[in-house]
Every structure is written in C-alpha cells, then in structure tokens.
T-cell receptor, first 110, second 113 residues
C-alpha cells in the first residue's frame, strides 16, 4: 500500500529565503507526482506535475524534482514571499487515484 | 481558465439524512474523482469514474455512497444516510486523460449533526 510522507510538518521562514519541502513515497511504481497548494478552508490548487519519466519541472519561482527510484521529491521555492504562506501537499498517482501526504504548513514572515 | 465548480460550498444536515453533493468538471475532461478531507487529516480518495462507470473505489466508499453523471456536465456524490463521521470537506476533481494532471474544485464542507 502506497504511503506518502512530508517533512517537515510545519516550517516558518523570513521573507526572501529560499526553501525546500520534502516528500517521500514507499512504492516507486508511480505514473506521476503532483504538488498542490491549499489555503486554509479552501480547495487544492495544482502547482506542478512531474511525470515518472521526468526529473524536474519548473514554474516561476517553483522547482520540483523527482527521484522515483529512491521514492523522493522536493519542492524548491525561491525568494519566498508572504503570499506563499499555505499548506503544500504532494500526491502520487500509481493507479488512477492520487495518494496524498499530510502536507507541510509553510509560514513566510514579513 | 476552465475550472471545476462545486455546490453547495457548505451543507449542514442531520444524521440519517440523504445529501447530494454536486460538481461540474472541466468540460472536455474524461476522468472524475471524489476525495474527502476530514479536519486535520490527509486528503483521501473515495471513488473514480470513467466512461459512465466506477473504475475504482476505496474502502470508505461503501453502500451508503453512490456517484452519478446524470447529464453531460454534472457529477454527483450521494450519501444515503449520513453519519457523524461523514463530516468532512469533499473535493471533486477531473482529469483530461489517464495519468494526467488532476484539477480540484473548491470543495463542499459537509457538517453532520
């Protein structure tokens, strides 16, 4: 059974710092990995999708990497801003469904 | 930009009552999903739907749950007899093709009293 873990559970950094969020999964037989952002009480906003054949994807200040064989992904956020404060979720797709981690709650302090 | 929509945003019901949660997926998408998130817990998969039938369902999705695509645009989740533990945020998602990016709606917060 696929298990997804995200470390740390919470992170607080000053504005302007670069930061890395971690995601690990137990079964490397995945089709893709997706990173989401969730604001309190809101839905999930898709940030990046990495297919299993890819090593990384970039969107603006975000860069996600995938090492399928070791069951790891990282989300790199450059030059963090207060508006980046949210919970970040990673999810892997092995069959059709997504299996989610518990998220990293990120706070960017002005 | 096309988006997934869900109604209502919040539903309060009494235990034992039936509820129907509604979703309008992105128009050209072919795969549809329901997930739920109990407060403070992980987002968990309920059911996937393709070609007018359920393609996968979780252990949570028992006989009390059903899904339907009654027309070309709506996708519904019905809970026949709600329990207190059904209180959660329910998310609908849609996907253009298999193993692609899933787009989520804003969710329906279901409160069972």
């Amino acid at each position: 059974k696929q298990e997804v873990t995200q470390i740390p559970a919470a992170l607080s950094v000053p504005e302007g710092e670069n930061l890395v969020l971690n995601c690990s999964f137990t079964d490397s037989a995945i089709y893709n990995l997706q990173w989401f952002r969730q604001d309190p009480g809101k839905g999930l906003t898709s940030l990046l999708l990495i297919q299993s054949s890819q090593r990384e994807q970039t969107s603006g200040r975000l860069n996600a990497s995938l090492d399928k064989s070791s069951g790891r992904s990282t989300l790199y956020i450059a030059a963090s801003q207060p508006g980046d404060s949210a919970t970040y979720l990673c999810a892997v797709q092995g069959a059709q469904k997504l299996v989610f981690g518990q998220g990293t709650r990120l706070t960017i302090n002005p | 930009e096309p988006e997934v929509t869900q109604t209502p945003s919040h539903q309060v019901t009494q235990m034992g009552q039936e509820v129907i949660l509604r979703c309008v997926p992105i128009s050209n998408h072919l795969y549809f999903y329901w997930y739920r998130q109990i407060l403070g817990q992980k987002v968990e998969f309920l059911v996937s739907f393709y070609n007018n039938e359920i393609s996968e369902k979780s252990e949570i999705f028992d006989d009390q749950f059903s899904v339907e695509r009654p027309d070309g645009s709506n996708f519904t989740l019905k809970i026949r007899s709600t329990k207190l533990e059904d209180s959660a945020m329910y998310f609908c998602a849609s996907e253009l093709s298999s193993y692609n990016e899933q787009f989520f709606g804003p969710g329906t917060r279901l409160t069972v009293l």
